[in-house]
């Protein structure tokens, strides 16, 4: 069986960090919210940011459910551009009352390194705690940036949960990103 032994932690804040400690982003770079979402715009943010980390959630849906869950009410999705390029994204649930869950957060490989996670993800916070929101939470597991974890702990995010478990790798003659037309 091709797989591997994952960490994954869970974190949470349960009030806005103080403003003092937040890093803007450069006057270069924009936040626009995806306000129709298409599935090929969606995947490709997905896979730019997520591939290099096994991110294969998403591709493995069928397509119809994907592009329901892209335009529910619940999900909301916004896209960092730098210099008119997309750079990351961040895609928010809020299925759950007075809860928002960062479902994913990420930069495109061609910006990471580029010390734009922290001002977008303060960003994403911010944008966040602007809706009636009494817990903000994600996830992240060690197959994400190995600097994921402690960027979500100076963020302001607290680890309240952690596991570890065997989680299988798609057969690479059958992985997912083969079927992508790029």
């Known amino acids: 069986m091709n797989g591997t032994s994952t960490t994954t932690w869970w ?4 009030k806005p ?10 006057d ?3 936040v626009m919210q995806v306000i129709e979402p298409v599935r090929s715009f969606y995947l490709y943010l997905y896979t730019s940011v997520g591939r290099p980390y096994q991110w294969y959630n998403r591709l493995m849906m069928p397509a119809a459910e994907l592009q329901a869950l892209l335009e529910s009410d619940e999900t909301s999705i916004y896209v960092l551009y730098c210099k008119g390029v997309p750079a990351g994204f961040v895609e928010y ?4 009352p007075g809860e ?8 495109t490989c061609e910006f990471t390194g580029r010390k734009l996670g922290m001002p ?3 960003w994403c916070i911010a944008k966040a705690w602007q809706r009636p929101t009494k817990r903000l ?8 940036h190995a600097a994921a974890l402690n960027l979500y702990k100076k963020a302001g995010f607290e680890v309240y949960d952690e596991d570890t478990v ?3 790798k798609p057969d690479p003659e059958d992985d997912p990103y083969l079927l992508l037309p790029w």
């Open 11 to 14: 974190l949470q804040m349960n």
């Open 17 to 26: 960090p103080e403003k003092a400690e937040l890093l803007s982003l450069p």
């Open 28 to 30: 270069d770079c924009v």
């Open 93 to 96: 649930n809020m299925s759950e």
């Open 100 to 107: 928002t869950e960062i479902v994913y957060f990420g930069l």
């Open 120 to 122: 977008f993800l303060n």
């Open 137 to 144: 939470w994600l996830h992240t597991c060690d197959l994400d």
């Open 166 to 168: 065997f989680q299988q």
